[in-house]
Structures are given as structure tokens and as C-alpha cells.
């Protein structure tokens, strides 16, 4: 199940708008390039906005999530035709055998069992042609990064066309060894209501990462930064 934030209708219409600089897709963008992959995997496609770069390109993508509210919205959106959109997770896809599976954000820690870690890896596996390449990027644990959701870092104060104004922040709740759990709301001055939607992220280091992806089949290419979030971001680039 999706959190709220991707779920509840009323909220989903924020993303996009309170998000609106996705410069950080590009470098997703460019690994495709790089891989010379032609049909793409993304998983967690949320609204959709990655898919929607790969196809404008030319490629031919699968996106999947598990938040039906976020895929409506993906779906309305220009160019969303030539995308195949499945409602689910890596774990409930049809046959597949793309060149590249993605998990951009922070798609890679909402799995915070190890069951449920390893149940996607080899989801994705079973997606991907011989040869065929996962890349996801995770959070340096090391970083906290944390430590700087507060109330006060966060706050912000929009106004979201045919929404009005909207206000904004998150609070950490809890920190339970590498599991982080937070709470974003969300203010409408429309009519003053508050909506929440709570969220737990596990920051896996490195050597626990790369010896998951081992462990379901995978081959660790690279490990990169992010480059426009130099040292907060591990990149895993691993081959089936």
C-alpha cells in the first residue's frame, strides 16, 4: 500500500506543483543513454514524470506503482498514450524483458523488510533481458540526512493553481536504527483542512545493498554520487 501522499487524491494533485524541479531525473536519463537501453522499467513511476522523459525520447517504457491516485494523475498527462501503465509493484508484473529497470527518489528505501527488499530485486530480475541493467540510488546513511527534516528547514508556504494556498513541512517521528519515519502535512487555506501522510524510509549502507543485489542474481557495475547531491546519494548500477 502506498502512503497517503501518493494515494489521497487531495494530495496527489500537490505533488507536481510543490516538486516542480525534477533536474535530478537527468542523470537517470543519462545512464540510459549511456547503457544504450531502448525499453525501461520504472519502477515507482508515481505521476509518472520519468516515463514521460524516457518516451519523449523515444524508448519504449513500463511504468508501475501501487498508488492508483498517482497514476490517474500520470495517465492525464501529455504523451502518457505511448507509456504502459501497471497498477502494483515489482513483485505482480506481467511478463517483461526490458533493456533497464529504474527506482528513482526514494524508491529504493520504502522497502523496508528484507523480505520485501529481496521480493522486488527478484521482481525486477524477472523483468530484465540477459545482460540487462537495474539503477537505483539510495540515501549515504552516514549523511543524516534526517536530521535536517524539521519543521523549520521544510515549511513552505505555496499557492497551487486550482487548489489555492497551501502550507507545507515535515517532522520526523522516529529513528529506530536505519529506519526513519516522518510526517509531511499539508494546510489548505481553502477551507483549512489538514491532511497527513506518514512514511518510513530504511537507509541500507553500501556493503548491505551491494550484498543484497548478490544475493538476487545482480552484478554490481558502479557505485556513483548523485552529482547534483554530491555526497548524499549512492547510484547502484548492477547488471542481471
Known amino acids: 500500500m502506498a502512503d497517503d501522499g501518493f494515494e489521497v487524491p487531495r494530495l496527489v494533485q500537490l505533488y507536481d506543483p510543490l516538486d516542480p524541479d525534477r533536474s535530478d531525473l537527468e542523470v537517470y536519463a543519462a545512464i540510459v543513454d549511456e547503457l544504450g537501453a531502448r525499453s525501461v522499467l520504472d519502477v515507482g513511476c508515481g ?23 498517482s497514476l490517474d494523475v500520470a495517465r492525464r498527462k501529455h504523451g502518457a498514450e505511448s507509456i ?48 540487462g541493467h537495474l539503477v537505483f540510488e539510495t540515501r549515504i546513511p552516514a549523511r543524516e540526512a534526517w536530521r535536517e527534516w524539521t ?16 502550507e507545507t513541512w515535515v ?8 529506519l526513519v519515519t516522518f510526517r509531511a502535512s499539508y494546510v489548505f487555506a481553502s ?9 518510513t524510509l530504511r537507509f541500507r549502507d553500501r556493503e548491505t545493498v551491494e550484498r543484497s ?9 558502479d557505485v556513483r554520487e548523485a552529482p547534483d547531491r554530491p555526497g548524499r546519494e549512492m547510484v547502484f548500477v548492477a547488471r542481471r
Open 47 to 69: 505521476t509518472g514524470t520519468f516515463a514521460l522523459m524516457l518516451t519523449a525520447r523515444g524508448l519504449e517504457v513500463v511504468g508501475v506503482d501501487p498508488a492508483r491516485a
Open 191 to 199: 477551507d483549512g483542512a489538514v491532511l497527513t501522510s506518514d512514511s
Open 171 to 178: 517532522d520526523v517521528t522516529e529513528v529506530v536504527g536505519d
Open 84 to 131: 504502459r501503465w501497471l497498477e502494483g509493484d515489482a513483485t505482480t508484473l506481467p511478463p517483461l524483458e526490458v533493456d533497464l529497470a529504474t527506482m528513482t527518489g526514494n524508491v529504493a528505501q520504502v522497502f523496508v523488510t528484507d523480505g520485501e527488499w529481496a521480493a522486488t530485486l527478484a521482481g525486477v530480475r524477472g523483468a530484465l533481458a540477459d545482460g
Open 151 to 166: 519543521r523549520d528547514a521544510t515549511y513552505e508556504s505555496s499557492d497551487v493553481d486550482g487548489v489555492g494556498r497551501v
Open 213 to 221: 543485489l548478490a544475493e538476487a542474481g545482480f552484478t554490481v557495475v
